[in-house]
């Protein structure tokens, strides 16, 4: 369902039921005319428009439209009267029936947003725009309120340098959180903790800082020590591979890799595993493998497990069978994996896809900050079977465009491909 045009003021005048004139400032979805249910169902929502909640409530009940349109609407008409808190129920109600009902998303955050609770309301936002990145009302709230809480956060940062450096330090943290493509602010946060010694507090914002600047060596630097300080030696690695494709054959960097891969060798993993980090391309042996061992917290063994001939002997038998039982994987209609086959980037991007939708069944959250255009990607067609996992995964920054916004969905994907979006997903779990 498609339901975008904005309303302005909306004047409700109800003269019937005992409910006074109000005037509310608020979002009233107009539906288009295919997605009517049934008379009764349009007719409350014209009613509602001329302000007569009474009435559109009524013909609401009298509608025949699935529940969680019905529930949406009835969210609307409390909104309409600011009876907040049955509001939300109603729009939270229809969201656990449906969670890709527009409307009741849209409903619920402005409910956030009128009372006040903008960090939510920003996450509401942000959240809708990746679900209806077309939708120009979705991406002007979710701008409106990044732009202000940002500048808001920075004048109370401002007030409080060289005064309250706990303060300057929360207050610059809440900038990030509203405008994570700041890569300024980042860098200010990160330094202060990589000063402080606080290493776990700076590595997300350093993170955050590479996702923009991703060659930038100081950067690069600084988060490859601070991996190995945290004894995560693989990262650590993959850093410095980066490190070196902007500078090959660097002595003093190849000699660190060296120590570094020295150090890893001592860790307790197998000895095929640890190998992984020291290809250029990866299989879906390792893919599962690399998989299994960073979401191993995550991912659960539910119901029987799934039959596969060809894994008896693998390194990863038991990363395996978790991954394909969850779904994230899939073995074959005659039950192989096919362990040593390379995954394409674009069987990777369903992967990811794959891994999100799990862990968003298993009800965690994930947060991804969208950008503020849309992608176009040059050499794939929109009808291509996954070109909305891969536009959704190039929107939420988990894979990237090659400079001539190519994705290049034939191409093999190497250990620093995998772990680095494995690690844009971790990142983005709200525990």
């Keep these: 369902m498609k339901a975008i045009l904005p309303a302005a003021l909306v004047l409700l005048t109800v003269a019937c039921g005992g409910v006074r004139p109000v005037t509310i400032d608020f979002h009233l ?47 609307y008409v409390f909104l309409a009267r600011k009876k907040f808190s049955a509001a939300a129920a109603q729009f939270d109600q229809a969201l656990e029936a449906n969670p890709d009902n527009l409307e009741a998303g849209m409903g619920r955050a402005m409910v956030l947003e009128l009372e006040g609770r903008m960090t939510e309301a920003y996450r509401a936002y942000g959240r ?79 993170e955050a800082v590479l996702e923009k600047e991703p060659h930038n ?49 001592e860790l307790t993993l197998p000895e095929k595993f640890k190998n992984i980090f020291f290809k250029s391309e990866i299989n879906r042996e390792e893919l599962a493998a690399l998989v299994g061992f960073y979401f191993d ?51 990777f991007a369903a992967t990811l896809n794959a891994l999100i939708a799990y862990l968003r069944s298993q009800a965690h959250m994930l947060r991804f900050a969208p950008p503020a255009d849309s992608p176009v990607i040059a050499d794939l067609s929109p009808l291509h079977k996954d070109f909305q996992g891969i536009t959704f995964l190039v929107r939420a920054q988990i894979l990237a465009l090659d400079a001539e916004g190519r994705f290049n969905p034939t191409l093999t994907v190497s250990p620093a491909d995998v772990i680095q979006s494995l690690k844009k997903i971790l990142n983005a779990i709200e525990e």
Excluded: C
């Excluded at 013909?59 to 969210?75: I, N, R, T, V």
């Excluded at 077309?134 to 340098?161: C, F, G, M, P, V």
């Excluded at 591979?241 to 000699?255: C, F, I, N, Q, S």
């Design 29 to 75: 979805p107009t539906l288009e005319s295919g997605t009517f249910i049934d008379s009764y169902f349009r007719q409350g929502w014209e009613q509602l428009r001329n302000g007569d909640s009474e009435a559109a409530y009524r013909s609401f009940q009298l509608s025949e439209a699935p529940l969680d349109k019905k529930q949406a609407a009835f969210g």
């Design 128 to 206: 809708l725009a990746l679900q209806a990145p077309a939708d120009a009302w979705i991406n002007l709230k979710y701008e409106s309120i990044r732009s202000s809480a940002t500048q808001a956060h920075l004048l109370a940062a401002e007030r409080a340098r060289g005064v309250d450096k706990a303060l300057y330090i929360r207050e610059l943290e809440q900038a990030a959180f509203f405008s994570p493509d700041m890569t300024s602010i980042a860098l200010q946060i990160a330094d202060h903790y990589y000063d402080e010694q606080q290493w776990q507090r700076s590595q997300p914002y350093y």
């Design 217 to 265: 060596e100081g950067v690069l630097l600084k988060l490859a020590a601070l991996y190995e300080k945290r004894d995560k030696l693989d990262l650590a690695l993959v850093t410095l591979d980066r490190l070196l494709e902007t500078k090959p054959g660097d002595p003093v960097l190849e000699a660190e890799k060296q120590r570094l891969r020295e150090r890893f060798q």
């Design 297 to 347: 917290r995550y991912i659960r063994m539910e119901g029987p497990p799934v039959i596969i001939t060809d894994i008896d002997g693998s390194f990863a038998r038991e990363q395996i069978m978790k991954t394909v039982t969850a779904g994230i994987m899939r073995a074959r209609p005659d039950h192989t994996f096919q362990r040593f086959a390379a995954p394409d980037r674009a069987a």
